[in-house]
Nanobody, 124 residues
Framework: QVQLVESGGRLVQAGGSLRLSCAAS????????MGWFRQAPGKEREFVAS????????YCADSVKGRFSISRDNAKNTMYLQMNSLKPEDTAVYYC?????????????????WGQGTQVTVSS
């Protein structure tokens, strides 16, 4: 079992930057892929980025490609989402997720572990 806790969300102006963190606990090994998803009010949960178990392979949604980057530090059991050039349409609750597989996925239903979410609000 893996427990995930996100942090770093806050109000920021358009064009600004934020770094979200996701701290994992409860499992001694890091052989699982992780991802970031987001959900805006009235919208479905949306894939943002994912990373395989050792960080060697990453994927970003087209909507954030070139602005967001995902990384992980297995020594610290922490995953990050660096968000630059933020836009009002990036406003959402951001969730981190863990998957019982070495390889990441863009599909939320393939993830077994979820954090409680952290709010990111981008003002225009």
């Amino acid at each position: 079992q893996v427990q995930l806790v996100e942090s770093g969300g806050r109000l920021v102006q358009a064009g600004g930057s934020l770094r979200l963190s996701c701290a994992a606990s409860g499992r001694t090994s890091n052989n699982y892929a992780m991802g970031w998803f987001r959900q805006a009010p009235g919208k479905e949960r949306e894939f943002v980025a994912s990373i395989n178990w050792n960080g060697a392979s990453t994927y970003c949604a087209d909507s954030v490609k070139g602005r967001f980057s995902i990384s992980r530090d297995n020594a610290k059991n922490t995953m990050y989402l660096q968000m630059n050039s933020l836009k009002p349409e990036d406003t959402a609750v951001y969730y981190c997720a863990g998957r019982n597989d070495y390889i990441s996925s863009r599909y939320y239903y393939e993830y077994s572990y979820w954090g409680q979410g952290t709010q990111v609000t981008v003002s225009s």
